[in-house]
């Protein structure tokens, strides 16, 4: 089973709109990653969530970890074609002393100009 | 380097071959992982690596696969034998440690023919 499950699964917006996405886990999670992913191209970092409650923006996009820190949205504000890629979220999952840092399945994103 | 460099970027290769993927890390960065992502896929957790010792194997598909990392810098996947089902993008990350961000590389594409 899908340790993080990301919804939806694609998206598409018109261009202007604001839209969120999710990130969901069974477990807690101890670091949440927000990456971008262009087809065929390297994984850009947008964020990082560690506490409860956190929030962080950068742009226009907010990124949050709720307060029981086993899901993270992420909003994007007056969606510009130049967001459209693959949004994939990220957490360490820890076993023991150990880190495995795994992803979910990722959010294509698509933006009507 | 400034970034997580992977060579090659592309590789075409038989099936039944034996293929050896190399990803150099960001310098300093003890921690490193290498995922695979096929089309459509999200990125599966292969290996990681803490300095030179890999604590977690769990993801490695069989034993066809192998990685090893030296010096606690470059690391290289190894795929013996390779299968169609092997063609795949294989992404290499690194980072300071646990719940720090980590840097991927452009990725390997593999095509197994």
């Known amino acids: 089973s899908q340790e993080l499950e990301q919804s939806p699964q694609s998206l598409i917006v018109q261009e202007g709109k604001n839209l969120t996405i999710n990130c969901t886990s069974s477990?807690?999670?101890?670091?949440l990653y927000w990456y971008k992913q262009k087809y065929g191209e390297g994984l850009i970092f947008l964020m990082m969530?560690?506490?409860?409650?956190e929030e962080k923006s950068h742009e226009k996009i907010t990124a949050k970890l709720d307060e029981k820190k086993q899901q993270s949205s992420l909003h994007i504000t007056a969606s510009q074609p130049s967001h459209a890629g693959i949004y994939l979220c990220?957490?360490?999952?820890?076993?023991?002393?150990?880190?495995?840092?795994?992803f979910g399945k990722g959010i294509t994103l698509s933006v009507r100009p | 380097g400034a970034g997580v460099s992977q060579s090659p970027s592309n590789k075409v290769t038989e099936k039944g071959k034996d293929v050896e993927l190399r990803c150099d890390p960001i310098?300093?960065?003890?921690?490193l992982y290498w995922y695979r992502q096929s089309l459509g896929q999200g990125l599966e957790f292969l290996i990681y690596?803490?300095?030179?010792?890999?604590?977690?194997k769990s993801g490695l598909p069989s034993d066809r696969f192998s990685a090893e990392r030296t010096g606690g810098s470059v690391s290289t996947l190894t795929i013996q034998r390779t299968q169609q089902e092997d063609s795949a993008v294989y992404l290499c990350a690194s980072s300071l440690g646990r719940a720090t961000e980590a840097f991927f590389g452009q990725g390997t594409r593999l095509t197994v023919v």
């Open positions: 310098s300093g960065h003890t921690a």
């Open positions: 690596f803490q300095g030179n010792s890999a604590p977690d």
């Open positions: 477990k807690t999670l101890y670091g």
């Open positions: 990220g957490a360490d999952m820890v076993t023991g002393a150990n880190s495995k840092l795994t």
């Open positions: 969530l560690q506490k409860g409650g």
